[in-house]
């Protein structure tokens, strides 16, 4: 390491000892900024440059905290240093170390694995505790510096706890802890059997009858908060935010994996029969934000009264430390170390007022102000106070002071197998083959009708006997009954996708003057085609398991092998295919070992066309079944990963699937089957 050091001149070395500690303690404050800046935006964006950013910084800031505090403690050196002056105004840094070390509010976790490394962080916590306190005895000499750097140290030992208690609560064993019910033994059923030993006793003739017992399990709900919208008193806003509160409270336990009751079911389904596409999809929104903010923010400890104490701890004593920094007397000399400490007061005050603007913002917040109370006088002061905050954020969002208005990205990705294989070069190196997939897929606002088409949909399959629970594939059905495909029970989902997906693009070039109904459905078709060969490819793990980036290869490359040599669009190409004779089954010539399925799609077109006018009735109720059998399949930890990502249109089905009662998470089919003693 020595002869390393060694190339660099000494000038050069000198120079870096000088700055060092200066560099890392600004950058640590840069980082910290640029954290509370991007943490919350992830939640609403899939913009990969703000992805990229949010992660080298999370990744960067607690390495440069701990990195700057290691050289504070070693810059002491012998004991002439501890005299001068210029080391205690930098001990007083080691403090604001320890609040960068406590991150902002808006992001404790990147992705959910931090959450299990809580018990790492809290070791990290006291070692970093230890190290600040170490720096800071070390440098005492009874100076004012010295008495402002506790009040600094309290403020960011505070915000350390915080983040690694966030942590704690988010982990996945103690979150489902806390979801976990009393105990409940049931019914007495040693003294029930004691009674009828006792009434056979006395020469009673018992039978044992059921019981009507009310079901205490059944959730409230909240009827007069719906009519006060009609009234004016509150907003429609405060009314979703109230809706979706209630119901979070009972299905954040599917992100625990635990089971829901039969009553939340019916309570559910009662609840979300009656409303429009738009606001069941709005609850949704909401829902999944709570969720985003448990799993990857310091809402747990935000939104309790010991959270709201700290956060008026750490501001005002970070307010009351640059106040007195101000008129404290320092030395002239100590020009660049004054200069960068107010960088720190500044940027802790500037983080404190941004964290509380966001916390102001936040949903949480508004379902409090919102929340109805049964005294006039706090109702009226909470209204004022709930219409004023309303009026303050939306100026911040207007002058783009705090993120706009969004829950979540309200987009899908888009993939096109064919276009992809018409635009790029046949190549065989694994790198552009990992890349690619990252080239040609683009994301699109989902649009209004197609979320309309999904709530119809599971609002007839919930009103119907069998509602399917996720689990029904009309795609298989509908292959065997056109005889296309040589073992259609056998069918894998992955297979399923890519034969729909270029069946649907081959049908949708083909046609163009359609009546109107039947133009939504084949635009309708091709989102969802689209979105699912998206997830094929990039997010396979939320799919049910299968070799599909396989058959995707093989397909892609057989589609090369065809257009080699030719220049034509995607529509071009798709008219070329639908004209291929295919009487005789591919699998003939190609056997097992090509997992291809470019010319199995060629004769599902064929065997399409004979459905006229009902094709694409049939194909985007194959895309509908396909979609909410994915959902239904897909794990929960799978769905949350997703939200931190801008959200995906695939938890959103799962979870509106859910509300419909659609899942395999319902178990409990009633309550205590209540018996009574009856002489006869």
């Known amino acids: 390491m020595r002869q390393m050091v060694q ?134 000499i009874s100076t004012p510096i010295n008495y402002l750097s506790i009040a600094i140290f309290v403020a960011g030992l505070v915000k350390y706890g915080e983040r690694s208690y966030a942590l704690y609560l988010a982990s996945r064993d103690q979150f489902r802890n806390s979801m976990v019910s009393v105990p409940d033994p049931g019914p007495n059923y040693a003294k029930f059997m004691d009674e009828l030993v006792s009434k056979e006793n006395e020469g009673y003739k018992v039978d044992v009858g059921k019981a009507v017992e009310s079901d205490s399990l059944t959730i409230a709900h909240n009827p007069p908060l719906l009519d006060d919208a009609h009234t004016g008193r509150v ?73 709201g104490f700290f956060r008026i701890l750490s501001c005002s004593t970070t307010i009351a430390a640059i106040v007195a920094f101000m008129i404290i007397d320092k030395d002239a000399s100590w020009k660049t170390e004054v200069i960068i400490t107010y960088f720190l007061l500044v940027g802790a005050i500037f983080l404190e007022i941004y964290a509380i603007m966001i916390l102001l913002s936040s949903d949480m917040v508004m379902i409090w102000l919102s929340k109805d109370t049964t005294s006039p006088g706090l109702r009226k002061l909470k209204d004022s106070i709930f219409t004023c905050i309303r009026k303050i954020v939306a100026l911040l969002r207007y002058l783009h002071i705090v993120p706009a208005k969004m829950r979540w990205s309200n987009a899908m990705g888009q993939d096109n197998l064919l276009k992809s294989c018409v635009e790029s070069k046949p190549t065989c190196t694994k790198v552009y083959f990992y890349l690619e997939k990252y080239l040609f897929w683009n994301s699109v606002s989902i649009p209004d009708g197609l979320k309309a088409l999904i709530f119809d949909e599971l609002k007839v399959r919930a009103s119907s006997d069998d509602k399917g629970h996720g689990s029904y594939r009309g795609d298989k059905i509908l ?100 004209k291929v004779d295919t009487r005789i089954p591919p699998s003939t010539l190609k056997g097992d070992r090509s997992k291809s399925l470019l010319f199995d799609a060629c004769r599902l077109v064929q065997s399409l066309k004979s459905l006229e006018d009902r094709k694409w009735e049939k194909i985007t109720q194959v895309w509908l079944d396909l979609l909410t059998f994915a959902a239904a399949q897909c794990r929960w930890n799978d769905h949350a990963e997703k939200l931190s990502q801008g959200g995906e249109l695939l938890t959103h089905v799962w979870l509106l699937m859910a509300h419909f009662g659609m899942t395999d998470d319902f178990q409990i089919s009633q309550g205590y089957m209540r018996a009574k003693l009856v002489a006869v």
């Open 7 to 140: 190339i660099f001149p000494a000038k050069l070395r000198k120079l870096w000892n000088n700055l060092e500690l200066r560099i890392l303690v600004l950058l640590s404050l840069f980082l910290q900024i640029v954290l509370i800046a991007t943490g919350n935006r992830r939640k609403y964006t899939r913009n990969r440059g703000v992805a990229i950013i949010c992660w080298l910084s999370y990744l960067s800031a607690d390495a440069i905290a701990t990195l700057a505090l290691g050289v504070l403690s070693q810059s002491q050196g012998d004991e002439e240093s501890l005299l001068d002056p210029r080391y205690t105004i930098m001990a007083f840094w080691a403090p604001f170390l320890l609040m960068h070390l406590g991150g902002p509010d808006t992001i404790t976790a990147y992705s959910l694995a931090d959450n299990e490394l809580w018990s790492r962080h809290l070791l990290g916590l006291i070692g970093q505790v230890g190290v600040a306190v170490y720096v800071f005895l070390r440098s005492w």
């Open 235 to 307: 907003t429609q806003d405060a009314v979703i935010l109230q809706e979706a509160y209630q119901f979070f409270g009972t299905f954040k336990k599917l992100f625990a994996d635990l089971i829901l009751s039969f009553q939340d079911k019916e309570n559910s389904l009662s609840v979300f029969s009656g409303l429009s596409w738009n606001k069941a999809f709005e609850i949704i929104e909401v829902e999944l934000g709570l969720v985003y903010d448990l799993f990857y923010t310091k809402a747990l400890v935000l939104y309790s009264p010991l959270g």
């Open 479 to 578: 292959l065997k009954e056109m005889k296309c495909f040589d073992k259609s029970d056998d069918i894998e989902f992955d297979q399923s996708v890519l034969l729909w997906h270029i069946a649907t693009d081959i049908c949708y070039h083909a046609e163009s003057c359609l009546e109107d109904e039947l133009t939504f459905k084949r635009e309708m078709s091709r989102y969802l085609s689209n979105y699912m060969i998206y997830l094929l490819i990039m997010s396979p793990f939320m799919l049910p398991s299968g070799i599909g980036q396989i058959r995707f290869q093989d397909t892609c490359a057989e589609a090369r092998e065809v257009f080699e040599g030719r220049k034509f669009s995607d529509r071009d190409a798709c008219e070329m295919l639908s």
